[in-house]
């Protein structure tokens, strides 16, 4: 079965570093997401992904978060200047035929 | 705005007993709605889905749903857990604009051997 990839799997960081995550999506899905997850807080939603564009994004989404598409196959969040409440389990997520498939996930930890 | 709404947050179950976990919508449209699961260091994955029709569904691994509309819920059930089952269990709406899932707070279940 076909499924969403996400690297790394853990970054630690130091608080105002850029961060980038990457995650490949998918090969015949159009629509992207970035979830996040702070420890023992809900599953959020972050930004989705349509045709090279943002097509939603949350308040959370500020202008230290960016997304992009580079190469086709890769889906990237660049966090810029990293803060300590950034730390959380960071999911990619592709859908197809109105299902959403789910990487494993990126726990960030900024310290 | 739209949420939903998980009302057990840690389940603890001996093997062979019954699950239910709440799951409550609060959009009034067309209604699409999910549950995933993940176990520990994996990704999440769809355990069941409702589009239209049938108001129970089955999904995998011996665990169905029933939504009632008029209750706004659509919960999750297994008749007999396994040790197995030890997971986090989400239940998520989409938005119907982008599609982007709004999800539940999320429910630990536990199976004790």
């Known amino acids: 079965e076909p499924e969403v990839t996400q690297t790394p799997s853990h970054q630690v960081t130091q608080m105002g570093q850029e961060v980038i995550l990457r995650c490949v999506p998918i090969s015949n899905h159009l629509y992207f997401y970035w979830y996040r997850q702070i420890l023992g807080q809900k599953v959020e939603f972050l930004v989705s992904?349509?045709?090279?564009?943002?097509?939603?994004k949350s308040e959370i989404f500020d202008d230290q978060f960016s997304v992009e598409r580079p190469d086709g196959s890769n889906f990237t969040l660049k966090i810029r200047s990293t803060k300590l409440e950034d730390s959380a389990m960071y999911f990619c997520?592709?859908?197809?035929?109105?299902?959403?498939?789910f990487g494993a996930g990126t726990r960030l930890s900024v310290l | 705005a739209q949420s939903v709404s998980q009302h057990n947050h840690h389940v603890i179950l001996s093997e062979a007993a019954s699950l239910e976990l709440g799951c409550n919508y609060s959009y009034g449209g067309t209604v699409n709605l999910f549950w995933y699961v993940q176990y520990p260091g994996q990704h999440l994955q769809l355990l069941l889905k409702y589009f239209s029709g049938d108001p129970l569904v089955k999904g995998i691994k011996g665990f169905e749903a029933e939504f009632i509309k008029s209750k706004f819920s659509f919960n999750l059930r297994k008749p007999s857990v396994q040790w197995s089952d030890t997971a986090e269990y989400f239940c998520a709406d989409p938005d119907s604009g982008t599609y982007k899932y709004i999800f539940g707070t999320g429910t630990r279940l536990k199976v004790l051997a």
């Open positions: 997520a592709s859908r197809g035929k109105n299902i959403q498939y």
């Open positions: 992904f349509y045709n090279n564009e943002i097509s939603e």
